[in-house]
């Protein structure tokens, strides 16, 4: 659980830092399941004749930037909320962020439907934005948090977060699409305020979806590899209507929670299906016109 001084500073800052708190044991599993599928892309593109190399020799850091300069597809299978399976599954559930989680949230947690692996790319970077620029409106009132989990030390040189602390008070800024995704616009956020915060593996990096945040250029040629979750209460607006979370846990009645990760998926599936009928439902918030 968070101690009253990790909480007041999370409501104050709008971000909290908590390390230490994950073994090589704990983020093993996840690992392994990622290298796994850059495995299966290996595989596939070299197959293709897209690939010259396996690269099979390469570390956790290096083996996907290899693959990725000569094809750079190869990182869509974990980077557009596409994988889901037992490892990450679990790790999502995983007792240690529970615990915090419910120190912000209360006893009944719902896993939000936006999660991102990334495999932060040479040269790739986070734009600056408030998770709630992603999502619809309904959403604003519930305390979304999102959990960083760094899989490598982030640095400022290799792409580390990047928060403006105590701006998660003022709610939605103005976001603007740019030809590289959603910006908050420039006048709403100074450089100045931009405060990096460099991560060792083993640690979470929680904060609102007010708080403004990016990432720096990742400006070395390794993977700077982290996971963001994100948790709310359950029965809360979501901001996401047409995919659904799962329930990470429910102390008031565990029968609720999602048994393994085929519900989650088979829920997912369903969900989508349904929302596919409505494709004129806005998705969000800022049109990708303006
Ligand atoms: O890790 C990053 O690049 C930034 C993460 C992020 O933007 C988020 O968690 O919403």
Same mark, same amino acid.
């Given at each position: 659980m968070l101690n009253d001084s990790q909480i007041a500073t999370f409501k104050e800052e709008g971000y909290l830092i908590i390390e230490n708190l994950f073994t090589d044991d704990d983020l093993r599993p996840v690992k392994d399941e990622f290298s796994t599928v850059v495995e299966q892309q290996a595989q596939q593109l070299h197959q293709a004749g &897209? !690939?010259?190399?396996?690269?099979?020799? %390469?570390s956790f850091e290096q083996r996907l930037a290899k693959i990725a300069a000569e094809a750079? %597809? =190869?990182t869509s299978a974990l980077q557009t909320r596409a994988h889901k399976d037992e490892a990450f599954f679990q790790f999502l559930k995983h007792p240690k962020i529970l615990d915090r989680v419910e120190s912000l949230v209360g006893p009944d947690i719902l896993c939000h439907p936006s999660y991102n692996i990334h +495999?932060?790319? +040479? #040269?790739g970077y986070t734009t600056p934005h408030q998770d709630a620029g992603f999502y619809?409106?309904? #959403?604003?009132e519930t305390l979304i948090l999102a959990c960083l989990i760094p899989l490598v030390d982030t640095t400022p040189e290799n792409g580390c977060l990047w928060v403006a602390p105590r &701006?998660?008070?003022?709610g939605v800024l103005r976001h603007v699409w740019g030809e590289d995704g959603l910006n908050i616009s420039p006048e709403e956020l100074? %450089?100045? %305020?931009?405060q990096p915060v460099p991560t060792k593996v083993g640690s979470m990096v929680m904060f609102t979806s007010m708080t403004p945040h990016g990432s720096r250029v990742n400006?070395?040629?390794t993977i700077r590899w982290s996971m963001d979750l994100r948790y709310q209460a359950? #029965?809360?607006?979501? #901001?996401?209507?047409y995919v659904p979370g799962f329930? =990470?846990?429910? &102390?008031?009645?565990?029968? !609720?929670?999602?048994?393994n990760c085929t519900a989650w998926i088979a829920e997912v599936e369903r969900v989508e299906q349904k929302a596919n009928k409505y494709p004129e439902w806005p998705r969000y918030r800022w049109p990708q016109t303006s």
């Open positions: &897209r !690939l010259s190399d396996l690269y099979k020799n %390469e750079p %597809e =190869a +495999p932060r790319l +040479p #040269g619809l409106p309904d #959403g604003d &701006r998660h008070k003022e100074s %450089e100045e %305020e931009r400006n070395t040629d359950l #029965g809360k607006p979501t #901001g996401r209507w329930v =990470a846990r429910s &102390r008031s009645n565990p029968e !609720l929670e999602t048994p």
